[in-house]
């Protein structure tokens, strides 16, 4: 992967799921193959924010999707960067770079879309999770090692693992009746919600 094949695209999405229906309503809208991965970053420049990267399989695809984007009309304002490539309001656009840099290093980021995800739904064991998908690695919150293979892994359709160090990794945890469920939960309870 290079520069040249992850396009940042930021519109100054603050929240998870608001990060998270961006990424899967870009996917639809721009068709992008089942080989693409759409992740999120976090901006810290300026108000905080979350950027998308979409990873793309060849630099043939990832000019279709640039022209594509910066042809479309967006209802907000919105930064992209491809490569040395920026389009859109200045502070967005170097936001979307950051993002691409983030995702190009492998360094940090979560993935919302990635290869081997759509076939992850209900129960799957370790092993299969790691056969079927681009996800390298599975650790266990509060564990030294990582869990054993066969253990199950009830993924509530929602598996956001993160790059860290180059490598994709899903941390999940202990749940009720010896399954493992991911860290992150589908619709976490906002804080101070109940008062």
Do not use: K, N, Q, Y
Not at 33 to 58: N, Q
Not at 69 to 74: M, P
Not at 80 to 99: D, F, I, N, Y
């Amino acid at each position: 992967m290079t520069a040249a094949t992850v396009i940042g695209v930021d519109a100054a999405t603050t929240g998870l799921g608001d990060a998270d229906h961006l990424a899967r309503a870009l996917a639809g809208e721009l068709g992008l193959p089942e080989t693409a991965s759409v992740g999120t970053h976090a901006v810290r420049t300026g108000r905080p924010h979350l950027a998308l990267t979409l990873t793309l399989p060849d630099a043939a695809t990832a000019d279709g999707v640039w022209r594509a984007l910066t042809g479309r009309a967006a209802p907000e304002p919105v930064g992209l960067a491809l490569g040395e490539w920026r389009h859109g309001p200045a502070e967005l656009s170097e936001g979307a770079a950051h993002a691409v840099a983030e995702r190009t290093e492998r360094g940090a980021g979560r993935a919302v879309l990635f290869p081997g995800a759509g076939a992850l739904t209900g129960t799957v064991g370790v092993a299969e999770l790691l056969a079927a998908s681009a996800v390298d690695e599975v650790t266990l919150l509060g564990a030294a090692g990582p869990p054993d293979g066969a253990r199950r892994i009830l993924t509530r359709d929602h598996l956001r693992p993160e790059w860290r160090e180059g490598r994709l990794v899903l941390t999940v945890m202990e749940a009720a009746g010896g399954v493992l469920v991911p860290f992150e939960v589908p619709d976490p309870t906002p804080c101070c919600a109940d008062h």
